[in-house]
């Protein structure tokens, strides 16, 4: 089956520094990808959607400087949490989609939990 | 957007028993996800399924489009199906709530 993988799995790192999150399509290639973030006991909100060498869709609320999103090439995307806050804690979620047999099924990563201190 | 509601927010279960987990969705959809959430937060494809039912063990989901709502069924539950379940609008990407299921050994 499709293989989605996030680095790092887990991060702690000091207020106002930037933290980069890597996600990757093991073996498939993801036109679109797909980033998640997700509270305690709460469920995932779309935060973004990333297509391979375009600009990434935010949805409302996010803000596009704070959270970067990169998508380089047809298996990695990245997400970028620049001068991160306590408030950004959270578990961080991408997906990715397989289109290759025309089917909109979608693959999730492990899951990237960043705690700001 | 389209709603996405599930039920129930929670459910616990004996090691045996069966379940079973609604899906409602406020608009015609064609494509929905059925996924189980680990309790280290793992995210774990169980049913793509835009209309129709399929089975995978003792897991099996139907989704009747046209009255907009799919169920998810467990049978004889075990005590590694706890997590959480949502569903979820592939093409939107909405997810519901989630029902947390904890079977009790």
């Given at each position: 089956?499709?293989?989605?993988?996030?680095?790092?799995?887990?991060?702690?790192?000091?207020?106002?520094?930037?933290?980069?999150?890597?996600?990757?399509s093991l073996?498939?290639?993801?036109?679109?990808?797909?980033?998640?973030?997700?509270?305690?006991?709460?469920?995932l909100m779309l935060m973004a959607t990333s297509n391979e060498g375009s600009k990434?869709?935010?949805?409302?609320?996010?803000?596009k400087d704070k959270f970067l999103i990169?998508?380089?090439?047809?298996?990695?995307?990245?997400l970028t949490v620049t001068s991160a806050h306590p408030e950004d804690s959270s578990f961080?979620?991408?997906?990715?989609?397989?289109?290759?047999?025309?089917?909109?099924e979608q693959y999730f990563g492990p899951g990237t939990r960043l705690t700001v201190t | 957007g389209i709603q996405v509601e599930q039920s129930p927010p929670d459910l616990i279960l004996q090691e045996g028993a069966n379940s079973t987990l609604r899906c409602n969705f406020s608009d015609s959809v064609n494509n929905l996800q059925w996924f189980h959430q680990n309790p280290w937060g793992q995210?774990?494809?169980l049913?793509?399924?835009?209309?129709?039912?399929?089975?995978?063990?003792?897991?099996?989901?139907?989704?009747v489009a046209t009255e907009r709502y799919s169920l998810l069924y467990i049978s004889s539950s075990q005590t590694t199906d706890s997590g959480v379940y949502f569903c979820a609008v592939v093409h939107d990407m909405?997810?519901?709530a989630g029902t947390r299921l904890t079977v009790k050994p």
């Open positions: 089956g499709a293989v989605v993988s996030q680095h790092p799995s887990w991060v702690i790192c000091k207020s106002g520094t930037s933290v980069k999150i890597e996600c990757r073996d498939f290639q993801a036109t679109t990808m797909f980033w998640y973030r997700q509270f305690p006991k709460q469920s990434a869709t935010y949805e409302q609320g996010v803000e990169n998508h380089a090439s047809l298996t990695l995307s990245t961080y979620i991408c997906s990715a989609r397989d289109l290759s047999g025309w089917v909109y | 995210l774990i494809n049913f793509y399924i835009p209309s129709g039912t399929k089975q995978n063990g003792r897991l099996s989901a139907t989704t909405r997810f519901g």
